[in-house]
């Protein structure tokens, strides 16, 4: 793969956790890769698995999903739900051949800033080594 | 076998009622091995009905099509039943809707047929290719046996049999309201062996594989409406704000499409083999079914279609989900 691959990476951050974990990752000014997107959610349980195809469809090479960690939901259950349909998503795209490594799901709270700049991190030197999605628009 | 005079009166009887709308069944196609779906409105027209292995259709995605218009101030809705003949699999289906609550249990009659397989449509055809008036097929003790204009034909059931019957573990319909015949005790298992190979390729091996399937794709969606579970009233590639699935066919399109569609079936999808039957293109999608139905097993300790008051997959959680990373 050429070394000045750059891969794009959407992020589906949930608003009352892992947004404002990125934000402080960003107030405290935290060293993290630009090459992320994020897009707020109210609950990582908004994310249904049509956004991620979205996204990868429009070019994106990666696509994380972060939410609150397992018993904070604001709303419950939304991240065990997440959890179950990315997990068969996954099985799905590599069954495809879409390396699912291109999808991933994190918790992250409201104070894991360092643990967000570091999941940003392996995900961008991940994805270096994966290369380009295949399933972008135009391309093959 | 099905005894049909025991089918045409358990249809009579259900049309006869007040309560019933019309009986969906089979009856014979005009030539060769044809079979299609046939619709009793009145007693009479149950004399039609026919059950044989060709009989491969899933009809419980009739009731589903039924429209119901807005109604003026002083009309009464119209709450009759549909009665469906249903075998085994089509019966999943059923029971499927009913713990989505896509339908009620009082807006279908079941008339359920214990099921010793049926053929597949596409091997009998490259079997016997000549197409008359008077064909048809009955199974044998462990053959099919084969009439064509008065010539008879045995052949071994494996050569014939749909892949969904090889592995059938629910030969007797699960939830029925008339059963025709005596129960069938499920003899088979579903060992995913096709699966398994599929698995073992390598990435750029499955890459090619389903490139060269879901470059045929025409996005003609007959997989979709021919599905008992695809009933949405919207459904997303119908959405056009916004567009989630473009109108052009080309191979990023189609393959959000197909994976799409097969994640929306997700511990949904029965395993009819309904979708793959109506392609026009021959695209594999049992195969996606198959291996989304193997991992939900494996994962969720999951089977659809067998409990109607069990909650749909993807709308429960269990706190112990495995999870794919380590915290
Ligand atoms: S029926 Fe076949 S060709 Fe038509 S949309 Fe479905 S997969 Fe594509
Ligand atoms: S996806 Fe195919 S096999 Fe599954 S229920 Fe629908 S038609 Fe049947
Ligand atoms: S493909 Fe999805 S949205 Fe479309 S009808 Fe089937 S389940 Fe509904
Ligand atoms: S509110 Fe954060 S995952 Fe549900």
Known sequence: MADDFEPNIIGFLCNWCSYAGADLAGTSRMKYPPNIKSIRVMCSGRVDPIFILEALKKGADGVLVAGCHPGDCHYQSGNYKTNRRIMLLKKLLDELAIDSNRVRFEYVSASEGQKFAHIVTE????LKKIGPNPLKEGGT | MVDEKKLQ?????TVSRDDVKYVVGYEKGTYGFQVTPSFAYDPKDADKFIFSPLCVYNLAVFPMLEEKPPLRKDQEPDTRKIGVVVKGCDARAIVQILQEKGLNREDV???GIPCTGVVDPKKLQAQFPE???NMDIKTGKDNFIITIDEKTHTIAQDKLLDEKCKHC?????????????DEIKATKKEDYKEIEDLEKKSMKEKWEYWEKQFERCIRCYACRNACPLCYCKECMVDQLSPQWVRRSVNLSENTAWNLLRAFHLAGRCIGCGQCERSCPMDIPLMQLNKKIEKEIKELFDYIAGIDPEEKPLLAMFKPDDPEEFIL
Request: no cysteine; net charge negative; hydrophobic share 45%.
């Open chain 2, 131 to 133: 197409n008359g008036k």
């Open chain 2, 109 to 111: 009659v079941i008339i």
């Open chain 2, 169 to 181: 573990e629910y030969p007797t319909p699960i939830l029925y309201d008339i059963l025709i015949g």
């Open chain 1, 123 to 126: 995900f961008v030197d991940d």
């Open chain 2, 9 to 13: 009166d358990a249809v009579k009887k």
